[in-house]
C-alpha cells in the first residue's frame, strides 16, 4: 500500500504563522493591562471576530455542537432589558461574546502544542522584566511589573504550567526544552517572591497533577475516563470527610493554616464582601441586576458606596466580590449563574471524555487549566469574564477536545506557525 504525504502549500503556512503570531500578541496584551492597550486588544478582537464568520462554513458542525456556549453571553445581553447600566451591559456582554469567539479561532485555527509556545512567550517576557524590576526602578519584588502580587503570582503560574508541559512533550526539540527549563525556574523564583498564598498552592497542584497525569505509565485503567471522574470524587468526598473532622476540634486548622500565609479568617475581607453579596442575591434572586448595575457607587446611600468606603476604595477603582459565583449571581441572577455552571460541566466534560490519546500532554493542559480556573474562580471574579486570559484558556481546552486536537486546524496538514518545534 503506497502513503501519500500531505505537505501544505506556501499559504497554508503563511496564513498559520499568521495566526499564530496574532495569538501570541494577543495573550501578550492580556497578561497586563497597559495604557492604551486597547489600541492592540480591539483591532485583534475584530480580526478574530472576521476570521469566525469567514471560516464559519467550515467550523459550523463545532459551532453547533457546542452551542451551549453562548447560553450565557446571550443572557448577559439580555438582561439590559431590567439592568440599570444598559449601555454597560451590551458593551461587556458583546465583549463576552467577542471572547468566545477568539476561542474558536484559537481552536480550529492553531493547536495546543502552539499555545504552549505563545504562552511561553509572552508570560516569560513578564517574567524576566519582573525579575529585573527592582534593579530598574519598575517595580517591586512583590509585584514585579504587575499592578498586585497576586496578578504576578497568577502570570508565572501560567508559565509554570507552560514550561511544565513543554519539558514532558516530547514534540518540541531540545532546545525549546532548555528554554522552558529556564522559565521554569524562573516562576518558580518569582512565584516565591510574589509571596502569594494563592500562586503557591497553584504551583504545588499544578506540579502534582503533571507528575501524576503526565509522567506517570499512561497505560491501563489511566486511559479511561472513569478514573479521571473517580479521582476527582474521591478528592471531593475527602476534602468534605476532612471539613467534617475539623470542624470537630476545638482548635480551627484553617485560620491556623491561612496565618501561616499572612492571611486572617475573613481570607483579607473576601468573607465580608460575600455576606454583601447573599444579601443582595436575597433582594434579586432571578434575575440579578445586570453588569454593573451593582459596583457603580452613583448614590452615596448605596450599598456598593458603603463597601468602598468600608474598603478604602476610591468611587472611580474597579472593585468584586472576589468570588465569580457570588459575582455572576448578583448581576446575572439564579438564572445566569445556572447557565454559567452549565458552560463549566460542559467543558470540563468535553476535556475528559474527548480527549486525545495520542497527545496525552494537551490533555492534561487543559486539565491543569480546569483545576487553576476552577480553584481561581472560589476567590477571584474572572470566570467567563471577558477578555480573561483563564476563561479564553479553559473554553478553548473544551472546543480543542470536542473537535480532536488535529495536527493542522486549518487545512488537515502539518504546519508549525513559528517554526519552533524542532
Known amino acids: 500500500m503506497t502513503v501519500t504525504m500531505a505537505y501544505p502549500s506556501n499559504r497554508e503556512v503563511l496564513e498559520h504563522r499568521r495566526d499564530h503570531i496574532l495569538v501570541t500578541l494577543w495573550i501578550f496584551v492580556t497578561f497586563k493591562q497597559f495604557r492604551f492597550d486597547e489600541l492592540v486588544l480591539y483591532p485583534l478582537a475584530l480580526y478574530f471576530a472576521w476570521a469566525f464568520v469567514r471560516d464559519f462554513p467550515r467550523i459550523f458542525p463545532l459551532v453547533a455542537r457546542s452551542a451551549v456556549l453562548f447560553v450565557f453571553p446571550a443572557w448577559w445581553l439580555l438582561s439590559a432589558l ?32 502552539d499555545l504552549f509556545i ?135 486548622p484553617v485560620n491556623a493554616v491561612l496565618a501561616a500565609f499572612g492571611k486572617d479568617g475573613t481570607l483579607t475581607g473576601r468573607t465580608v464582601l460575600w455576606q454583601y453579596a447573599t444579601a443582595q442575591i436575597e433582594q434579586q434572586p432571578l434575575l440579578g441586576v445586570g453588569a454593573g448595575g451593582f459596583w457603580t457607587p452613583y448614590d452615596k446611600l448605596s450599598e456598593a458606596s458603603r463597601i468602598y468606603e468600608e474598603f478604602h476604595k476610591a468611587d472611580y477603582a474597579t472593585f468584586s466580590f472576589h468570588n465569580s459565583y457570588y459575582e455572576i449571581a448578583v448581576h446575572q441572577g439564579l438564572i445566569g449563574l445556572s447557565f454559567s455552571v452549565l458552560i463549566v460541566l460542559w467543558t470540563i466534560g468535553c476535556i475528559l471524555f474527548f480527549r486525545n490519546k495520542s497527545e496525552p500532554v494537551s490533555t492534561v493542559f487543559f486539565l491543569c487549566v480546569c483545576a487553576v480556573t476552577l480553584a ?15 476563561t479564553i484558556l479553559f473554553l478553548t481546552g473544551g472546543l480543542m477536545s470536542l473537535r480532536g486536537f488535529p495536527a493542522v486546524p486549518s487545512s488537515g496538514k502539518q504546519v508549525s506557525g513559528l517554526h519552533v518545534m524542532g
Open 118 to 252: 505563545s504562552l511561553l512567550i509572552a508570560s516569560s517576557y513578564y517574567a524576566v522584566m519582573s525579575f529585573l524590576a527592582p534593579y530598574m526602578g519598575t517595580g517591586t519584588v512583590a509585584r514585579g511589573v504587575f499592578s498586585s502580587k497576586n496578578t504576578m503570582g497568577s502570570a508565572m503560574v501560567v508559565l509554570w504550567l507552560a514550561s511544565l508541559c513543554i519539558l514532558i512533550d516530547t514534540g518540541f526539540s531540545k532546545k525549546i526544552k532548555l528554554l522552558a527549563a529556564v522559565a521554569a525556574a524562573l516562576a518558580v523564583w518569582q512565584i516565591h517572591r510574589s509571596d502569594s498564598a494563592t500562586a503557591v498552592l497553584l504551583a504545588l497542584g499544578i506540579f502534582g497533577l503533571v507528575f501524576c497525569l503526565g509522567i506517570l505509565p499512561r497505560s491501563g485503567i489511566f486511559k479511561s475516563p472513569f478514573f479521571y471522574i473517580a479521582a476527582l470524587t474521591v478528592s471531593g468526598i475527602a476534602v468534605l470527610m476532612l471539613g467534617v473532622f475539623f470542624s470537630s476540634l476545638t482548635v480551627d
Open 376 to 390: 481561581k474562580s472560589m476567590t477571584e471574579s474572572e470566570l467567563l469574564a471577558p477578555f480573561a486570559l483563564l
Open 82 to 113: 431590567w439592568g440599570d447600566q444598559t449601555g454597560l451591559i451590551l458593551k461587556s456582554g458583546l465583549q463576552l461574546m467577542l471572547t468566545i469567539l477568539i476561542c474558536y479561532c484559537i481552536a480550529t485555527r492553531l493547536t495546543a502544542r
